[in-house]
C-alpha cells in the first residue's frame, strides 16, 4: 500500500502533464477530410510509398526474433 500512493500521484501527475494539440486531426472534422483520409490509406500504392521493405531492412532483424507493430492502422506493413 505505502508504493500504491506514490505510484498513483506519478500517474495522476503524467496525466495532468499531458497536452492535446488544438488541431489534432482537424481534418477528421468533416465529411470531405474524412473521404480524404479514407482514400489516402486506402490507395493502391501506398505500400510503396511507405517503403515496408525499407523500412523493415533498417530494423536489421534477426531470424526468430519478435516484434509487435502497434498501430499499423490498415495494416498496410503486414505481409
Known sequence: ???????????AAAAAWTQV???ANQDLHSEEGRRRLIQMLG???RADRLAADKLVAALNLRR???VVDLG???GVLLP
Open 21 to 23: 494539440a488544438r488541431h
Open 1 to 11: 500500500m505505502k508504493r500504491l500512493a506514490p505510484t498513483l500521484a506519478l500517474l
Open 43 to 45: 490507395a493502391p500504392d
Open 64 to 66: 526468430g526474433a519478435t
Open 72 to 74: 499499423t492502422g490498415a
